[in-house]
Every structure is written in structure tokens, then in C-alpha cells.
T-cell receptor
Framework: ETGVTQSPTHLIKTRGQQVTLRCSSQSGHNTVSWYQQALGQGPQFIFQYYREEENGRGNFPPRFSGLQFPNYSSELNVNALELDDSALYLC??????????????FGPGTRLTVL | DQQVKQNSPSLSVQEGRISILNCDYTNSMFDYFLWYKKYPAEGPTFLISISSIKDKNEDGRFTVFLNKSAKHLSLHIVPSQPGDSAVYFCAASAIIQGAQKLVFGQGTRLTINP
């Protein structure tokens, strides 16, 4: 069974640029959630994707957007990068039903630095 | 507003003793609670969970207790081992606008001393 994978591992961008982060969900999981973890804080929910549609959103501006593909992999896009966007971005996958429905499994994250 | 709080940023415990990590929440909509463990440069790893209809769940050395009236949960690790040294996050789950959303606490750094 393959776990959640994310790419790239690290990324450095400058203010105003755009970035795309990628995530492959765990085998058998059709729901993907994205989280932002700032230094010294817990992860903050950005949004969730199910069946290729956004299924719920946290308190993040529209310049944070995403996609989910038919194979359940997902992308997080951030436009007009700001210094405060520097963080660890985590992707988590979960099944849509069954005993593990409430359990989300995380990838290793992408460390984004905005200069 | 911080709906899930872990008030202890750090905890130091001697190897072999019990580690107790605490978490408080404010939103009664939360119906499932999880503990994650995080090592540096890795994503959070799922550890143990509990449904709001239960008050205890045990898995090996790990036990989670839920006190709904106090909106408090705790994670007990016994006996503590050096490999348990990590940051522990408490998370609460609720279905909000169709999405299963996890709300995390700020984390507690646990250090197990030999």
C-alpha cells in the first residue's frame, strides 16, 4: 500500500509569484485535504476535494485554489505569493466511507519559502 | 479563535514513566478526536482516535480519554520510550459544509529522557 506523497519537498519563491504543489493520495482514498502549517503552530485547514470538486474551505483567500484529478491526486495553487505564505503545506487523504472515514493520513509536506 | 488548545508547549518525562498530554476544545460540534505524532521533516503520523460516543480507547501503550462534559481529552503513553520523543498534535473533527475538517491544537513537544 502506497502512502501519501507530495512534491516538491522544498521550494523557494519570491513575493508575487505563483506556485503549484502536488499530492498523490494513499491507495483507496478518494478524498484529499490540504493544510498549512506555520512555524510553531498546528496545521490549518485550507480546503478539501472529493470527486474532483472542492468540498469545503477554511479561512483562506481565493488566491489559494486547488484541483483534484480522476486518479484522486491533487494540486494546490497559490497566486500572488506573500511573505506570510511561507509554511509547510501538508496534504492528507482519507476514504469517503468505512471505519477509517474520520482518519486522515498525511504526506511529508512541501516546505515553501517566500522571499 | 482557537477551538482546540494544547496548553503545554513542552513536556519532559523519564523513560519508563507515564506521559500525559492534554487537549481542550470549545466546539460541541466536534464528534471525533485524533492524536498525531510528528517528527521533524515528516508529516503528522496518525496515532490513535476516539469517537465522541466513547470515553476511552486503548491501543497498546497508547490510551486516549475523552471527557465530553469538560470538553477535554488526554493521551496517555505508558511506558514512555525514547522513540516517543516528538511533537504531538491533538485534532478534532467535524463535518462543516460537507467537508470533514480537522482542527488542530498547537502541539506539545514531548521529550523522553533516558
Amino acid at each position: 500500500e502506497t502512502g501519501v506523497t507530495q512534491s516538491p519537498t522544498h521550494l523557494i519563491k519570491t513575493r508575487g509569484q505563483q506556485v503549484t504543489l502536488r499530492c498523490s493520495s494513499q491507495s483507496g482514498h478518494n478524498t484529499v485535504s490540504w493544510y498549512q502549517q506555520a512555524l510553531g503552530q498546528g496545521p490549518q485547514f485550507i480546503f478539501q476535494y472529493y470527486r474532483e470538486e472542492e468540498n469545503g474551505r477554511g479561512n483562506f483567500p481565493p488566491r489559494f485554489s486547488g484541483l483534484q484529478f480522476p486518479n484522486y491526486s491533487s494540486e494546490l495553487n497559490v497566486n500572488a505569493l506573500e511573505l506570510d505564505d511561507s509554511a509547510l503545506y501538508l496534504c492528507a487523504s482519507s476514504p469517503s466511507s468505512g471505519i477509517s472515514y474520520n482518519e486522515q493520513f498525511f504526506g511529508p509536506g512541501t516546505r515553501l519559502t517566500v522571499l | 479563535d482557537q477551538q482546540v488548545k494544547q496548553n503545554s508547549p513542552s513536556l519532559s518525562v523519564q523513560e519508563g514513566r507515564i506521559s500525559i498530554l492534554n487537549c481542550d476544545y470549545t466546539n460541541s460540534m466536534f464528534d471525533y478526536f485524533l492524536w498525531y505524532k510528528k517528527y521533524p521533516a515528516e508529516g503528522p503520523t496518525f496515532l490513535i482516535s476516539i469517537s465522541s460516543i466513547k470515553d476511552k480507547n486503548e491501543d497498546g501503550r497508547f490510551t486516549v480519554f475523552l471527557n465530553k462534559s469538560a470538553k477535554h481529552l488526554s493521551l496517555h503513553i505508558v511506558p514512555s520510550q525514547p522513540g516517543d520523543s516528538a511533537v504531538y498534535f491533538c485534532a478534532a473533527s467535524a463535518i462543516i459544509q460537507g467537508a470533514q475538517k480537522l482542527v488542530f491544537g498547537q502541539g506539545t513537544r514531548l521529550t523522553i529522557n533516558p
